[in-house]
């Protein structure tokens, strides 16, 4: 069966409704499982003084790590969940969110830096379903991106073995990085931090003058 966006957001949402304002409502197993996601992107990303587009941001706890580490940070969260975007902007008033589903309707705006941690796992049914997502998503991401684009995904290659009915859907890596490829030549995989989940950061090509 073929799932839409509202029925992902409906998903979190009874995460949401048992959990509330907790790792699990995200489909995460801990804090720290999204940190060492944020930490592959602290690695190669300067934050300081950029815009930067949270896409799936959740209750917006990057928003919180970036507030610390760095200064003069203009911070857009969206999610489609309503729930996280209102405890999201409860928790930091002084940044924007928006519940939107933006792969849908992306905003007429540019950022410095296009970001999506967790937010390209979701499970839309067939293998073919759940690439087509993963791709456009991709594209359109870095369409927005003025400096760089970043996603975490699960997934390796080999390609992990995907179970039906799982709320999560594992990627061929190497698929991925190919059409990253196909998008621009200046592409940075991470994947030395966990056996199914990768990093990739995509970056404009500058034309040399």
């Known amino acids: 069966m073929v799932k839409t966006s509202k029925d992902i957001q409906k998903q979190y949402q009874e995460k949401f409704e048992k959990y ?25 990303i300067d934050f300081n ?24 940070v203009s911070y857009t969260g969206i999610d489609i969940v309503p729930e996280f975007i209102n405890n999201a902007q409860e928790s930091f008033p002084h940044h924007k969110f928006y519940e939107m589903d933006y792969f849908a309707n992306p905003l007429g ?10 937010t390209l796992n979701s ?28 996603f975490n995904m699960l997934g390796a290659h080999p390609q ?8 999560v859907w594992y990627a061929d890596s190497l698929e991925i990085l190919e059409y990253c490829f196909s998008l621009t030549r200046r592409v940075l995989l991470r994947h030395q931090y966990h056996p199914t989940d990768f990093t990739v950061f995509l970056y404009p090509v500058v034309k040399m003058i």
């Open 20 to 44: 509330g304002v907790d790792p699990k409502s995200l489909f995460w197993g801990s804090k720290g499982a999204a940190h060492q996601r944020f930490r592959q992107m602290w690695a190669e």
């Open 49 to 72: 003084n950029k815009s930067v587009l949270d896409i799936g941001c959740g209750f917006g706890e990057m928003a919180k790590f970036l507030d610390k580490r760095y200064e003069n």
């Open 109 to 118: 705006e540019k950022f410095d830096i296009v970001m999506a941690s967790g």
């Open 123 to 150: 499970n839309f049914g067939s293998d073919g379903e759940n690439m087509e997502f993963r791709k456009k998503a991709i594209k359109v991401m870095f369409e927005n991106a003025k400096e760089v684009m970043v």
């Open 160 to 167: 992990p073995k995907n179970e039906g009915e799982s709320n």
